[in-house]
């Protein structure tokens, strides 16, 4: 995901190379290319989201243990059960702090 002003305006996706529904990995060349098509759409690397497509918004045991950027928050998108939900997060050294989120009409 990147920034600009502190608002999130640009999603960049990228394939799960672990192609598994328990985790995830973004492939460094994937890393890479994501870092360059951020920058050089004017933004900062701000976060990184995934699904939990059965499960809560928030991190697994998996997630917090992999959460290797402190300087970035972690998006998780969850799809069910119920309606769609969106918790975003800071992990530091194995503690999670939710952060609040506000979604702005599409400018
Ligand atoms: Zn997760």
């Not at 394939?15 to 990995?25: I, K, V, W």
């Not at 998006?75 to 506000?102: E, Y």
Request: net charge positive; charged share 15%.
């Amino acid at each position: 995901m990147g920034a600009s002003g502190g608002i999130v305006r640009g999603v960049f996706p990228a394939d799960n190379a672990r192609h598994s529904s328990a985790s995830y990995e973004i492939a460094a060349a994937d890393q890479i290319r994501l870092r360059k098509e951020i920058a050089d759409a004017g933004y900062t690397l701000w976060g990184i989201y995934h699904s939990h497509p059965g499960g809560v918004p928030w991190p697994s045991q998996v997630d917090i243990t992999q959460a290797y950027y402190r300087d970035l928050f972690y998006v998780i998108v969850s799809c069910g059960p119920g309606k769609p939900a969106v918790g975003v997060f800071r992990i530091v050294n194995g503690q999670v702090s939710a952060r609040p989120v506000r979604i702005l009409p599409e400018a």
